[in-house]
């Protein structure tokens, strides 16, 4: 039978969102940080000791269902984190909806980042296209339609506050209001799409001066907008009191002044979508710094692309259409 299915999101701190899966037979529970940005599903093994403290650890030996792929993995994520260890494939599930034979790997190693103090989550499950696949093997999700068990080849994300989910097999009716409005997919690796403009509103006269169309990665895994630094240094001339934060902060951070943080548009198939101050705004420098840091970073690099992650994605609801491979955004119900 097709169904949907429903995974209920923790908020992380405004870092990362995670939710539940259960993986093998018995089926045991692990929390996972659900990516777009990525394809793969990784969880800590049995013989990772450092960083994995803290984490539930996916023992092949427990499970039934367990074979081993007779291969191993290195994963890099675009913040520098890595992962390495040995690919098994196992029965995974997630929101009532089951794969068999999904591919995964138990990892032995942990960069530091994966530790539990900054990174809550078991492990990561990846939700871009299969041509990104280290293992070189179907997704979760593709598992899922492949195997006919979602009502229909597609997802998607509520990032918030509270009440957030990821939904699988279609969209939730009920976290939308209005229609969507669609880009297509440019290419089918990341969930990239053509993002129209990038612009600050009300920061006084001045009539703001969008940034050109640009390449956006949509990624849930990603808690900030990353820019290339051209457009990102031309976007911040524009916001009063904007300063670069790279000694203050980190390379690539700017700050604007706390008491002015401005409203920044994203326009996707001509329609403007909001990123509110609130988002915006990552907090003081420090208690007494007038200055607040900002959510749009630059990469450093002259990349085209821009990856548009969760200071973006909390104030819509999107869906990933892997049918008609395009991204929806739509107004979130109040």
């Known amino acids: ?35 777009t940005g990525s394809s793969d599903l990784f969880l800590p093994g049995t013989s990772c000791t450092k960083n994995c403290a803290g984490h539930s650890r996916y ?10 792929r007779k291969k191993s993995f290195k994963l890099e994520y675009q913040d520098g984190s890595t992962v390495s260890g040995k690919q098994y494939s196992d029965t995974v599930s997630a929101g009532g909806l089951t794969a068999t034979g999904q591919a995964l ?41 492949a ?24 969209v939730n009716p009920d976290l939308y209001t209005g229609s969507f409005t669609y880009v297509p997919v440019t290419a089918k690796a990341y969930w990239q799409v053509k993002m129209d403009s990038v612009t600050v509103i009300n920061t006084g006269p001045k009539r703001p001066t969008p940034l050109p169309r640009i390449e956006a990665i949509i990624d849930t895994g990603t808690t900030l907008i990353i820019g290339d630094a051209k457009n990102v240094k031309s976007f911040y001339a524009q916001i009063p009191g904007a300063k670069d934060a ?34 915006f705004n990552l907090g003081r420098v420090d208690g007494a710094s007038e200055d607040c840091v900002a959510g749009i970073v630059s990469s450093g690099t002259s990349q085209s692309f821009w990856i548009v992650g969760d200071v973006f994605l909390r104030g819509v609801y999107t869906s990933f259409d892997l049918g008609a491979n395009r991204v929806g955004f739509a107004e979130l119900k109040q």
């Not at 994966?114 to 070189?136: C, E, H, K, W």
């Open 105 to 145: 790997g138990a990892a032995s190693t942990y960069s530091d980042s994966l530790a539990t103090q900054r990174f809550t989550p078991d492990g990561l499950l990846g939700m871009g296209y299969q041509v990104i696949s280290q293992y070189n093997s179907p997704p979760f999700f593709q598992t899922l339609v």
């Open 246 to 279: 790279a000694k203050t902060v980190a390379p690539g951070y700017y700050t604007v002044p706390c008491d002015a943080v401005p409203t920044v548009q994203l326009t996707f198939g001509r329609k403007a979508f909001e990123i509110p101050p609130v988002a």
């Open 147 to 170: 195997q006919k068990k979602t009502t229909k080849p597609m997802f998607a994300f509520k990032l918030a506050t509270t009440g957030s989910e990821l939904y699988l097999g279609g």
């Open 1 to 35: 039978k097709r169904a949907t299915g429903t995974v209920p999101l923790t908020n992380q701190a405004n870092v990362l969102w995670q939710g539940t899966i259960s993986v093998g037979t018995p089926p045991l529970p692990y929390t996972v940080d659900f990516d």
């Open 59 to 68: 023992s092949p030996l427990l499970s039934t269902t367990s074979k081993d």
